[in-house]
């Protein structure tokens, strides 16, 4: 029997949040005071007070700290207690839910997840379809406007734009007929199939008794509604939240859900944490200072537990090589203090700032992760792989098998793929069952035929191998040897920069499905944890380093020196924020920024940052006068750089002379 959680770590309020297992709770306070951590022991305590483990779930932001969260509570209960938890995202949980209840909505059972490249693709296709190839026309544009209309519960048909209405009728139907759903239906079908079909609902409220959410003030009206079907009377449902770190606004977030969380849920006991235990006074009274400014927010007690600390620097700096060179030059010397490169995170408001940065790293030789950027698993060769392992796992997906039909081409071209699509819809069956029907088959030429039944019998070969029980990496890896795979995706790269990045990629996938194997998990399993992923996360996030990540990814996380790069007008505030009205957005991002760092906070600025290849000038942010400035100390570069370069001259002067005199 393990310890169980240690209540002398948590303080009053935090005790009585855990103490408090039944009915509605709402814990609202602000940044690192212990929501977290209070939740992750409230968890244990259910389960000491014997709630089982099947009926707790838990729902976090990302898969990263669904992790982390999960992990906790196994420490604290033990594994045989702690594995049968449910710790996830919401997009995670609906599939659950739809995995076992799709076809109530007259969805075939095994349906597939259509999400980046892919979708982005098939938008592309549809706007020169509907609109000419002349049409100017954005896909995620289209895209947003389409994920827009549907989150909020409107016909596609309401889309203002004609054309735009019609290519979004045309995308959702292309979906339903290839039997796939989008990240949007996954919520929306997943509340749907809850709240028509009794038996559903009644079979998910018993299974999760005992529901838990973290960073709460993300959620958006559809999750609020999942939420009101999930969780019945008497409502054992534990929230956590700060309305000053809703991040999320764009993506239709509201934080009208934690306002008026007792709406939805009767009576709830309400918890406020007032004792900041991740941030030196310094840091704090620099974000408190900030966020301040918003007009609307609910006034809180924010109090620092530690006294004093290192002022915040605010260095100003010519450009954005200059930056990421001085970083990394302090990560380098400031190591020599014992601390560990895991210690360093690097913030970023856009993922164009983090290529520059990435470099002087590289050429530091400095390992880092990069976390919240372009998702790995959408990379191109990424997908490929992936979609391989698919078609290995379960070849009733339409969506990854046309992909990699003809990747790397083998004979069996567009027209082919055509004609079986058409007549997988006229026999209304999935495309597989077609590549196999002898009459489907008769009317190709026997060149074709060859090609595809070759692929097919290497396909049920590896689907062989894996059900005798090799490590399906193992295997996916050896059917990639064979169709020559690595060496048609040199043949596609232009530098040799671009050889190395896609080669690694390319091992690095199929390292981790092997190693997702080797863990015990199934290909399936993998996979899926692969479609959600946004914030690149399981083995591949396990890497040590440098952290770089954008602001909303590091949204309940922590690291003991931060690093805040590029804080001028048009990036933090964004510029888009000026033409949207979400200037107070972009100051809760910049306090979510500065609240993550425990020991020490640095803000960087340039005069001038390259812009698409172009060299451009750039305005400090007009955030910067709200820094309280009794706690901020600022340096200039050419300053710093001066004194260290005279500090040499005259070293070398002394040297010199000492040379002389010892002639
Ligand atoms: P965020 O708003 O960023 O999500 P949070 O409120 O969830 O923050 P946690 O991440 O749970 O805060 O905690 C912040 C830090 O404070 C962690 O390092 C945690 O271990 C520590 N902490 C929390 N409660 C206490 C306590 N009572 N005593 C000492 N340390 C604590
Ligand atoms: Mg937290």
Not at 239 to 247: A, H, K, L, T, W
Request: include cysteine; charge should be negative; charged fraction near 30%.
């Amino acid at each position: 029997m393990s310890a169980g959680f240690d209540i002398t770590s948590l303080n009053k309020a935090q005790r009585e949040a855990v103490m408090c297992l039944n009915g509605p709770v709402l814990i609202l306070a602000g940044a690192g005071t212990g929501k977290t951590r209070t939740v992750t022991c409230r968890m244990s305590a259910l389960l000491e007070n014997g709630v089982a483990a099947e009926n707790v779930l838990a729902v976090t932001f990302t898969n990263k700290s669904a992790n982390e969260m999960a992990e906790r509570v196994i420490d604290m209960v033990g594994k045989k207690r702690g594995k049968a938890l449910t710790v996830c995202t919401f997009h995670s949980l609906c599939l659950r839910i739809l995995k076992r209840d799709i076809t109530a909505l007259g969805y075939r059972k095994k349906f597939a997840i259509m999400a980046g490249g892919d979708q982005t693709g098939m938008i592309r296709q549809l706007i020169v379809r509907k609109g000419g190839a002349k049409i100017n026309l954005k896909p995620g544009e289209v895209m947003s406007e389409i994920s827009k209309c549907k989150s909020a519960g409107k016909p596609l048909t309401s889309i203002q734009d004609d054309l735009v209405a019609e290519i979004a009728v045309a995308y959702q139907n292309e979906l339903r007929a290839q039997n796939a759903i989008d990240f949007d239906d996954l919520l929306i079908l997943g509340e749907r199939v809850l709240r028509e079909h009794a038996d559903v609902r009644a079979y998910w409220q018993d299974r999760f008794r005992f529901v838990t959410v973290d960073e709460f003030q993300d959620t958006n009206g559809l999750q609020m509604q999942l939420l009101q079907q999930l969780v019945a009377a008497p409502y054992n449902i534990c929230v956590v939240g700060d309305d000053d770190q809703s991040i999320y606004g764009w993506r239709g977030a509201e934080v009208a859900n934690i306002l008026q969380f007792e709406k939805f849920f009767p009576d709830p006991k309400i918890i406020r944490l007032e004792e900041n235990y991740r941030s030196s006074q310094a840091i704090l009274e620099v974000a408190n200072g900030v966020i301040k400014n918003n007009t609307g927010r609910r006034e809180k007690e924010l109090r620092y537990t530690i006294p004093g600390g290192d002022l915040v620097r605010l260095v100003s700096m010519p450009g954005d090589k200059e930056e990421a060179d001085w970083i990394v030059t302090e990560i380098n010397s400031t190591r020599e203090d014992g601390r560990v490169l895991e210690d360093f995170a690097i913030l970023f408001r856009t993922n164009g700032q983090i290529r520059v940065v990435e470099e002087s790293l590289r050429e530091a030789k400095i390992p880092y992760r990069m976390v919240g950027a372009q998702s790995f698993y959408d990379r191109k060769e990424v997908k490929d792989i992936l979609s391989y392992a698919q078609v290995i796992d379960n070849p009733d997906l339409d969506l990854p098998l046309l992909r990699v039909l003809n990747t790397p081409p083998r004979g069996i071209g567009n027209t082919t793929s055509m004609a079986a699509v058409e007549w997988s819809r006229e026999k209304d069956q999935g495309i597989w069952k077609t590549l196999t029907d002898e009459d489907f088959l008769a009317q190709l030429s026997t060149k074709v035929v060859t090609a595809i039944r070759s692929f097919i019998e290497q396909a049920e070969k590896a689907r062989r191998r894996i059900v005798d029980g090799e490590n399906a990496g193992v295997v996916v890896n050896e059917w990639l040897i064979e169709m020559d795979f690595i060496e048609w995706l040199m043949r596609q790269c232009k530098t040799d920069k671009e050889k190395d990045t896609r080669r690694e990629a390319v091992s690095e996938t199929v390292a981790s499905i092997t190693n997702a194997i080797k863990k015990g998990k199934s290909l399936g399993d993998f996979l899926d944890r692969a479609a959600l992923d946004t914030d690149r996360d399981d083995d591949l996030d396990k890497k040590s380093g440098v952290t770089l990540i954008t602001l909303h990814a590091a949204k309940g996380l922590e690291y003991p020196v931060v690093y805040l790069v590029g804080l001028e007008e048009g990036i933090l505030p964004h510029k888009r924020s000026v033409e949207e009205g979400t200037r107070d957005e972009e100051r809760r991002l910049l306090y979510v920024g500065i609240t993550r760092a425990k020991e020490r906070m640095t803000m960087t600025y340039c005069s001038t940052r390259v812009k698409w290849g172009k060299e451009e000038a750039c305005e400090p942010s007009s955030f910067i006068p709200e820094l309280k400035e009794d706690w901020i100390q600022e340096e200039d570069y050419d300053d710093i750089m001066g004194a260290e370069a005279s500090d040499d001259e005259l070293r070398g002067f002394f040297s010199g002379m000492a040379a002389m005199l010892e002639e």
